[in-house]
């Protein structure tokens, strides 16, 4: 088994930025990609952006790709995503999520997932 844990979600205004954290624990060697999803007030839950373990690629939706940073800390089981130019779009529980998928760009990829963290960006 394998626990994420976020932490770093708040409030901020529009234009400003926000970094979110998720660590993980337990089985952690079967995992290749962690992944942040958001699910918005009354919306479908959306993937937001995705890294690999090994190798560090990277890949992002359109909606917040140039604004939003993900990475990982290897030694600490760590990824982040760092939210700069956020938007009042942009409110959202934020989920963070490990697969064995080399890619995995989609929830159905995905075999564990944190409580989620709330972010809200005031207009």
């Known amino acids: 088994q394998v626990q994420l844990v976020e932490s770093g979600g708040g409030l901020v205004q529009a234009g400003g930025s926000l970094r979110v954290s998720c660590a993980s624990s337990?089985?952690?060697?079967?995992?290749?990609?962690m992944g942040w999803f958001r699910r918005a007030p009354g919306k479908e839950r959306e993937f937001v952006a995705d890294?690999?373990?090994?190798?560090?690629?990277?890949y992002y939706s359109d909606s917040v790709k140039g604004r939003f940073t993900i990475s990982r800390d290897n030694a600490k089981n760590t990824v982040y995503l760092q939210m700069n130019s956020l938007k009042p779009e942009d409110t959202a529980v934020y989920y963070c999520?490990?697969?064995?998928?080399?890619?995995?760009?989609?929830?159905?990829?995905?075999?564990?997932w944190g409580q989620g963290t709330q972010v809200t960006v005031s207009s």
């Open positions: 337990g089985r952690t060697f079967s995992l290749r990609t």
């Open positions: 999520a490990a697969s064995r998928y080399e890619v995995a760009h989609t929830a159905t990829l995905y075999d564990y």
């Open positions: 890294i690999s373990w090994n190798y560090g690629v990277t």
